[in-house]
């Protein structure tokens, strides 16, 4: 069976060595750093599922394409089942984690990957399907972790690519070798790319012909020379840092979502791992049909997972204060079931009107109205489900004083005394939940959840080019009998 263990995993990770910078010191060991291992200890939790018999309806899936058993991040969707398998996936490794899984957005990246090079090839005779082909191959035999960078620095949003003062804005090829290309620019906001096998790039800024140099997509390991991986940090970073004991933290193995900014400085790429290189046109349908993947992914199942840890935390506060039976905290915990359901619907629903894209390619995709709908929807959404868990969380959410207070002999008894709510509850139990809720309604992820898979303008846009309007049209004409235009 193609499946790693969880120790494999952290096996290989040790027989590498990113460049990686935090907080201006260098990381020496991404598996020893408080932060960085919080997304090793994630993608360890996507092996050990993939190979727990209670959870491998869901992790694993026969692959044709190797004859085995592989992870389902691995494995590209080939029917509408499979998208929906891949939608519940999501749904179940964010609700375990509480954070990203990453090894979401390089899935979703292949997926678009697939599509176009074997459309490329159709259309323009490339050869990139099969060079594509043989790099998921081995991505399923060895159970690979594949992160997914899109997103570049870029300049002025009102100017055009080759508009901006520095070329490298955007990620360019600064050279073509008989064996490969050379790139140069940066990625950024890039979930847990330091802790992955290969790190798959897509273009983001090529759009007319004479921004070939941009249209670039590839896959490269994360300990290439030249590449170097400066993270986030933030408030939680540093808590995480100085706490001795992470079961005080809110999220205590898995953490906050952990990003990075990834240089490329000067790096060669065999062209065996290049995907698109200067064909202009089909940049952007790299970018459409990620995207299409992503929102799905990110409205429609992850984020139903986070709102369950969130609806779970405020039953629980509910609970330890006596408010069982009180009408408009029932009303809100329903509210908030409601808004978690729709946004299911709206992943369910992008999974079950997916389609082969293009038709013979054997890819199947989300339905792009309703990928883009269940991001949208999710925006929006998830604000109102943290506004209301902080509500019946009340103030000590975020007031809360340290857990280290319960080992403190001078106040643990004031601590187990005041904030018992006088029930027979752990007071340290009450205070990690309280913890929890801070961890998801005063941390990273609001604006996460807004700006990953892109904010709402890049949703709304691409609904008004989806959208025409046309059967709306024609049905009020109908039910109207309206008359012809008149003739000029
Ligand atoms: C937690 C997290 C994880 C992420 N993980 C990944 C990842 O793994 N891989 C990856 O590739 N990306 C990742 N992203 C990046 C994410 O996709 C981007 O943050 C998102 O697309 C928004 O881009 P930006 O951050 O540059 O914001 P901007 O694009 O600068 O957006 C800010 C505002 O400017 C507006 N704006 C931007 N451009 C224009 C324009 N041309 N015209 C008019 N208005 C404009 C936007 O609508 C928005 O209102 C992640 C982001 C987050 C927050």
Known sequence: MALMTPDQYEDSLKKRNPRVFMNGNKVESILENKNTRTVVEANKASYAWALDPKYKDIMTVFSPLVGEVVNRYTYLSASIDDLVKKAQAGTFTSEMLGTCIYRCVGYDALHSLASTTWEMDRDLGTEYYPRFIEFLKTVQKKDLSIAGALTEPRGRRNQKTLEWPDPYFSLKVVDKKKEGIVVRGAKINISGAYACHELVVLPQSAHSKEEGDY??????????KGITFVCQYTPFSAERELSEDIEELGNPLFG????????????FVPWEKVFHCGETPYSAKLVTRFARTHRM???????VGFMNQIIGAARLIQEYKGLEKTPHINEQLAEMVVLRETGRACGLAAAQKGVEEPPGSGVFLPDELMGNVAKLNICNAFWRVMALAGDIGGGLVVTMPSLKELKNPEVKGYIEEFYSFGSDEPTENILKVHKALQHWTAGLHGVGTWHGAGPVMAQKIMLQRIVNYDHEKELVKRTLNLKEKKKK
């Open 215 to 224: 249209a670039i997509a590839f896959a490269i390991p994360p300990d290439t």
């Open 256 to 267: 906050q979502r952990e990003t990075s900014m990834v240089i490329f400085e000067d790096v």
């Open 297 to 303: 992914t990110c409205g429609g199942t992850c984020k």
